[in-house]
C-alpha cells in the first residue's frame, strides 16, 4: 500500500517522483517500519500523515504464516527502533526488505525515488566536504604537488635576525 506524505505530490508525481509511506499488506494486516521499529496496522490505515494512495499488488506468498512470522523478527534486527533514517533507511527500504525475502519483487522505484535523490545529493555533498582542500594543498594541473612556500620551513636571513634581536630588546625594555 502506498500513501502520500505530503500535498505536493500532487505535481511531484507527473515526474515520476513523491514523498511517499509504504507498508506490506499480509493476511489481513500491514507492516511498516517508523522510528518506533517495525509495526503493524489495518491495511489502508497508517498513521498520520499519511493518506492512502493506491494498493499496489506485488505478488503472491505462497508459504506459511510461520515464514512470514520468521522474515519479520529477522528485520527487526536490521530495522529496530531508534534507527529510522528518512534517507536510508526508512518505511519504503522496509518494504522493499520484506517483499523482496517474501516473494523475491522490489516495490516500484517510484515509491523511494525522492529518498534515493536526498541521499544521493548529500552523499555528493559529503564527498565534495572532504575532497576540498586549500588551494595551496591541490595539486597543480599535473597532479604534481604545488610548491607551496607556506609549507616549506625557511631560515631566516642574518638581516632578519638582526631586526628580530632588535624587537625582543625593545620589548624587553632593554636597548
Do not use: M
Not at 500500500?1 to 505530503?6: E, F, S, W
Not at 516495490?107 to 595551496?136: H, K, M, Y
Request: glycine share 10%; net charge neutral; aromatic share 8%.
Amino acid at each position: 500500500n502506498v500513501y502520500d506524505l505530503h500535498q505536493c505530490n500532487a505535481f511531484l508525481s507527473g515526474v515520476g517522483l513523491g514523498a511517499h509511506h509504504t507498508g506490506i499488506e499480509i493476511s489481513g494486516f500491514e507492516y511498516s517500519f517508523s522510528d518506533e521499529g517495525i509495526y503493524k496496522c489495518s491495511p489502508r490505515k497508517a498513521p498520520p500523515p499519511a493518506v492512502f494512495r493506491e494498493s499496489i499488488t506485488l505478488g503472491v506468498h505462497s508459504g506459511s504464516a510461520n515464514d512470514v512470522s520468521q522474515i519479520l523478527r529477522e528485520l527487526r534486527t536490521e530495522f529496530p527502533p531508534g534507527c529510522y533514517d528518512i534517507l536510508h533507511r526508512n518505511c519504503n527500504v522496509f518494504s522493499n526488505a520484506v517483499s523482496l525475502r517474501l516473494i523475491g519483487v522490489e516495490i516500484p522505484r517510484w515509491c523511494n525515488r525522492l529518498a534515493g535523490l536526498g541521499g544521493w545529493a548529500t552523499s555528493i555533498g559529503a564527498s565534495f566536504q572532504q575532497r576540498t582542500v586549500p588551494i595551496e594543498d591541490a595539486p597543480n594541473c599535473d597532479g604534481e604537488p604545488r610548491d607551496n612556500p607556506r609549507s616549506q620551513k625557511k631560515e631566516l636571513s642574518e638581516k632578519q635576525k638582526a631586526i628580530l634581536e632588535k624587537i625582543r630588546k625593545k620589548s624587553d625594555g632593554s636597548s
